[in-house]
């Protein structure tokens, strides 16, 4: 048996049950939580924001954990291998765009912690190709959020080209990665808060970030590109209004609200929009391989499993700085 969090209907909490270990498929491993890091989307999902999830559900894709038992035919973790296990659960690996690297949009795609059992709870059994190597050098815990808010902040920052300055709205788990990484880099970050949010604006300058300040106001320059973790669909006009022409900006969220109307003159000059979904393997590997080259200091707020719903009022309430990160041990 294992104890789970489970989601039984949308707009309920989450409750602590016991169900039985799944079992470990074909093709599959079955992994013992160590860590699961509590993304936006779980609180979409949870709300009803990101549509239709399978029910009962177990949230979470945001998961590190050790490898307990491999299923037939899995091959490419042994017992006891640390393993991160992200959004993406699987892709049907015959369609358009499964065959042009772009199985990000298969339409068959399934997801962790959505429309597949995730990591809010002790174990896990997933499919292998997958699951990514861990770099020895990050904690669980301290790994958990680059499987998410890492992944898909990367994969946003790669959408940007290769802006020298960058503006990122919405201060957390994403951005606080894309920050350090863009740094690295040699890029100029400039962060965007919810107006009055003092400590998001010197958490932002505390990783670098070279100017921080109120989403509502306009940067001391025009930026090269834009990124937006926030949900809210006003900033999409003024992040347009804040970057240069043929700069982009960059929609990272899966769930926005409605984009308000906004002149063609800010859009005018081949300035683009874009959206980024969900991951590809590639990504992982190249990410991952970018996390062992350089420290990305996560910053965690750690709970147990039995108080995720805090953890998500938390997050909700921005009272996290960083990520929030469920930790089983
Ligand atoms: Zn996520
Ligand atoms: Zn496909």
Known sequence: MMKAMVLEAVKTRLHETSLPRPECGEGQILVQVCACAVCRTDLQVADGEVPNPKLPLILGHEVVGKVVEIGKNAERFKPGTR????????????????????????EKAKFNGYTLNGGYAEYMATDERFCFSIPDSYSDAHAAPLLCAGLIGYRSLVKAGDAESVGIYGFGAAAHIVCQIAKHQGRKIFAFTRP??????????????????????????????????????????????????????????????????????????????????????????????????????????????????????????????????????
């Not at 991160?84 to 199985?103: A, H, N």
């Not at 063609?264 to 590997?285: F, H, K, M, P």
């Open 196 to 329: 009055g949010d003092d400590k998001a604006q010197k958490f932002a300058l505390s990783l670098g970030a070279v100017w921080a300040g109120d989403s509502k106001t306009q940067p001391p320059e025009h930026l090269d590109a834009a990124i937006i973790f926030a949900s809210s669909g006003e900033l999409v006009p003024q992040a347009l209004r804040a970057i240069v022409p043929g700069g982009t900006v960059v929609c990272g969220g899966i769930h926005m609200s409605d984009i308000p109307s906004f002149p063609y003159d800010i859009l005018w000059r081949e300035r683009t929009i874009c959206s980024v979904a969900n991951l590809t393997r590639q990504d992982g590997e190249e990410f991952m391989k970018l996390a062992s080259s350089f420290p990305i200091q996560t910053v965690v707020q750690t709970y147990p499993l039995s108080k995720a719903n805090e953890a998500m009022s938390d997050l909700q309430n921005g009272k996290v700085q960083g990520a929030a990160v469920l930790a089983m041990s």
């Open 83 to 106: 393993v991160g296990i992200p959004w993406l659960g699987w892709t049907c690996g015959v369609c358009r765009y499964c065959k042009s690297g772009r199985e990000n949009l298969c």
